[in-house]
């Protein structure tokens, strides 16, 4: 089979790689639709959170076919439609452990959830980065139509929130430079977009919220300059969400608006919990999340979909498709 293997660092290559074999718990699986993550050009460069090894198959952004299973698995049976959780106790799936950027990969059942037949190959590879932004309004306490939402970023997690957002009825205001992101941001439910690197940005901010500020921040840019001006764009006893990750940048930030405006602010890593739920809502409510995709290569063609990635800034989620069977 064809695999996408990281062989070292700033290394990718397709190689031709035997089809691995199953455990009695295990399921082999076509991949049909895997997106690429900042998180596998961290990968790429050398750098991960936690322990790895090159070579390695990154992919944990999928959806595929189960094609072969174990006898001790119940659940799942040849020709069902799966998505899969990456972070499986110490070890994460596409890192740690080789992923799914291949034709054929294998995973345990209980990792798994059926995909929803009413959602593409393309819509299931969405749920994992989409079940981050999710998670978030979750953590925004009783996130609903009450609330003015302002997103600060709107890479694929942060267009992820928006999606949510807008979908539980919250009015949804953008921060994004890039025009292109921001219509993205727009017709997924956003009702405004302001250009955060204007100087005229608070003030703009200000004049759509009545002089109020937001009741509801995420931060998705994982930037420390939008960390910090969270504080300011918030409402009195609004609630803040960091989803973006930094870790060890540091900028200037007025602390004291907590006290003084009572604000509640809280920290999230992943989607801990909430696939089914997740899952669940992407069926029932009809969020399309396929515009995110702006470019698709075949798994064949998976050096140029990291190019892609590295070279064109315009990309906001790449996508690999396969249709190998056995």
């Not at 936690?50 to 799942?76: K, M, S, Y």
């Not at 205001?173 to 100087?199: C, F, K, M, Q």
């Not at 470019?295 to 906001?316: C, F, M, N």
Request: charged letters at 20%.
């Amino acid at each position: 089979m064809k695999a996408l293997q990281f062989v070292g660092d700033n290394r990718a290559e397709v190689n031709d790689i035997a089809i691995p074999e199953i455990a009695e718990d295990e399921v082999l699986l076509a991949a049909r639709s895997v997106g690429i993550c900042h998180s596998d050009i961290e990968l790429l460069a050398g750098r991960y959170i936690i322990p790895f090894e090159f070579p390695v198959i990154p992919g944990h952004e999928w959806a595929a076919e189960v094609v072969r299973t174990g006898r001790d698995v119940r659940t799942l049976g040849v020709g069902d439609r799966v998505v899969g959780e990456c972070v499986i106790g110490q070890e994460h799936f596409g890192f740690s452990i080789s992923g799914a950027a291949a034709e054929f990969f294998v995973a345990k059942e209980s990792w798994l959830h059926r995909l929803p037949d009413n959602l593409s190959w393309t819509q299931g590879a969405l749920v994992e980065p989409f079940s981050c932004g999710y998670y978030a309004t979750l953590r925004a306490d009783n996130l609903d139509a009450s609330d003015t939402v302002v997103v600060l970023g709107t890479g694929p997690i942060g267009l992820g929130v928006v999606a949510a957002s807008a979908r539980k009825g919250a009015r949804v205001i953008v921060a994004e430079p890039s025009a292109a992101r921001a219509r993205v941001a727009l017709s997924l439910g956003a009702e405004e977009a302001v250009d955060p690197t204007s100087d005229s940005f608070l003030d703009e901010l200000a004049a759509l919220t009545g002089g109020a500020g937001a009741s509801v921040v995420f931060e998705a840019s994982g930037r420390p300059e939008a960390m910090a001006v969270a504080l300011e764009v918030a409402a009195f006893r609004a609630r803040l969400v960091y989803v973006g990750i930094d870790v060890g940048s540091q900028t200037p930030a007025k602390l004291g608006l907590f006290q003084s405006k009572e604000l509640q602010a809280r920290g999230i890593i992943g989607s801990p919990g909430v696939w089914p739920q997740t899952l669940n809502f992407l069926s029932r409510s009809g969020v399309d999340l396929s515009p995110l995709v702006t470019a698709s290569y075949p798994l064949a063609k998976g050096e140029d979909a990291v190019a892609a990635v590295l070279t064109d800034k315009s990309q906001i989620k790449v996508h690999m498709t396969s249709s190998a069977t056995l």
